[in-house]
């Protein structure tokens, strides 16, 4: 927000001096900080993107830092990063859940998704001077009564929900089923890819999964254990449900 005066400003006297058109909309976000100080090249404490999204996913990021009001500055810390982990986790996991039970009327295109009407809170939270966090909360409602909806193994409303949900999503760029997310989160985990590596991990990985079940139902918690951590070591989460477990790329 500090760059608008003379900055940004002045970047569009000079393209209209120039003679050519400019952006019709153009936001300010406020300051991201980290730890109470204003990042910024001068200061010596910013971050590069790219190095970020060697250590955290895309979508996460993208929560992190896209998902607040945009005048309002944003504390970037590793635990903002993990909650936004977490939440992203959850969202997916439970679009995810909602395909394994409804079966691919939860797998719509995109086009499809984008033609969906919106709830009038969401909706109304976006044209309020994009207030992201008023739209989150509809986010945060809707994938709550997918989650019950799931744990009642309602496939209906499982599908019909998950679908609103993926349409919230899609305002923000994240729809889980959608690119370039979809590999991410589904993968060959759920046969959804054709893709030749994929398909080797998904059999390496299943074996072992299917190894650890042995072991739990043996009792070996130990072996368990030791399984899941050599599973977690090597960038794979695995999430145990009613129907089994299921596994996604970290």
């Given amino acids: 927000i500090d760059l608008r005066f003379p900055h940004h400003e002045n970047e569009q006297a000079q393209s209209h001096g120039a003679g050519w058109g400019f952006a019709q ?4 976000n406020a300051w991201v900080t980290i730890k109470g100080e204003k990042m910024s090249k001068s200061l010596g404490n910013s971050l590069v993107v790219a190095e970020l999204l060697k250590r955290y996913d895309a979508p996460v990021l993208r929560l992190a830092l896209g998902t ?43 086009e499809e998704i984008r033609s969906r009407a919106l709830p009038e809170e969401y909706s109304s939270a976006m044209d309020d001077d994009l207030n992201l966090a008023g739209a989150m909360a509809v986010v945060h409602a809707t994938l709550k009564r997918l989650n019950t909806a799931l744990s009642a193994s309602d496939a209906s409303a499982s599908a019909e929900l998950a679908l609103g949900l993926r349409a919230q999503l899609d305002v923000l760029g994240l729809d889980p089923l ?50 899941r951590d050599q599973l977690t070591a090597a960038g794979v989460v695995v999430e145990d449900s009613a129907t089994g477990a299921r596994w996604h790329l970290a």
């Fill in 68 to 110: 607040v009001h945009h005048r309002s500055t944003v504390e970037f810390s590793e635990e903002t990063l993990a909650d936004a982990a977490g939440l992203w986790d959850r969202l997916s996991g439970a679009v995810t859940r909602a395909l394994e039970l409804a079966g691919g009327v939860v797998d719509a295109p995109s």
């Fill in 25 to 28: 909309h153009w936001v300010h």
């Fill in 178 to 227: 959608a690119e370039p997310w979809r590999s991410r989160v589904i993968g060959a985990g759920a046969g959804a890819s054709d893709d030749a590596a994929l398909e080797a991990l998904d059999h390496l990985v299943s074996a072992l999964i299917d190894e650890r079940a042995q072991a739990r139902a043996a009792k070996d918690w130990a072996r368990a254990d030791a399984l």
